[in-house]
């Protein structure tokens, strides 16, 4: 089973500032990884998708990179309503599996 | 836009089967592949399992044994069954679409439905 592991699992931003969410994998997994954005009290919305492709509706201040083991979620100009849990998912390998989450919150 | 609804008992006793519905609309549910995900209070999230049309199926090997992942293309439905829960099984179930371009990802969730394993 491939473990992602993000990192950090918390931080505490100021609106416009930009934030970084890191996720690692145990084993390389090309890009097959996927970004979710979980707004308290709902359920996850996809926001990137095979690393680093936009998805429909999604601000354009999300973006995503990286391939292999290391990925990176970017915030550009951090919005109020930002504050949210973010997950990584592999779709690699079966069984799929997901990170454990980075909360944003705002200062 | 395709929309899924979960529903089923808020409340299951240990050691008995916990049975949930995924209704989609918008969208043939035989046109992609669907899913279950899980997640523990105040916990992140854990893929189950999913289903295509063709009544493929796989499953998380950490709940194989205990799954059944089903689906009534008749009524744009499927089906989650997980038996012998316990209170470890005690989370909100999300159903999903999996979206396989260019690789499985889920583009479309549920609100949830809460269960809760307790006598």
């Known amino acids: 089973e491939i473990v992602l592991t993000q990192f950090p699992e918390s931080q505490s931003v100021t609106p416009k500032e930009k934030v970084t969410i890191t996720c690692r994998a145990s084993?390389?997994?090309?890009?097959?990884l996927h970004w979710y954005q979980q707004k308290p009290n709902q359920s996850p919305k996809l926001l990137i998708k095979?690393?680093?492709q936009s998805i429909s509706g999604v601000p354009s201040r999300f973006s995503g990179s990286g391939s292999g083991t290391d990925f990176t979620l970017t915030i550009n100009s951090l919005e109020a309503e930002d504050a949210a849990a973010y997950y990584c998912?592999?779709?690699?390998?079966?069984?799929?599996?997901f990170g454990q989450g980075t909360k944003v919150e705002i200062k | 836009q395709v929309q899924l609804q979960e529903s089923g008992p808020g409340l299951v006793k240990p050691s008995e089967t916990l049975s949930l519905t995924c209704n989609v609309s918008?969208?043939?549910?035989?046109?992609?592949?669907w899913t279950w995900i899980r997640q523990p209070p105040g916990k992140g999230l854990e893929w189950i399992g999913y289903?295509?049309?063709?009544?493929?199926?796989n499953y998380n090997p950490a709940l194989k044994s205990r799954i059944t992942i089903s689906m009534d293309l008749s009524k744009n439905q499927f089906f989650l069954k997980l038996s012998s829960v316990t209170a470890a099984d005690t989370a909100v179930y999300y159903c999903?679409?999996?979206?396989?371009?260019?690789?499985?990802?889920?583009?479309?969730w549920g609100h949830g439905t809460m269960v809760t394993v307790s006598s």
């Open positions: 999903a679409r999996v979206d396989f371009y260019p690789i499985a990802a889920f583009d479309f």
């Open positions: 918008g969208d043939s549910i035989s046109n992609y592949y």
């Open positions: 289903i295509y049309s063709s009544g493929a199926t």
């Open positions: 084993q390389s997994i090309g890009s097959s």
């Open positions: 095979y690393a680093s």
């Open positions: 998912h592999q779709s690699s390998s079966l069984p799929w599996t």
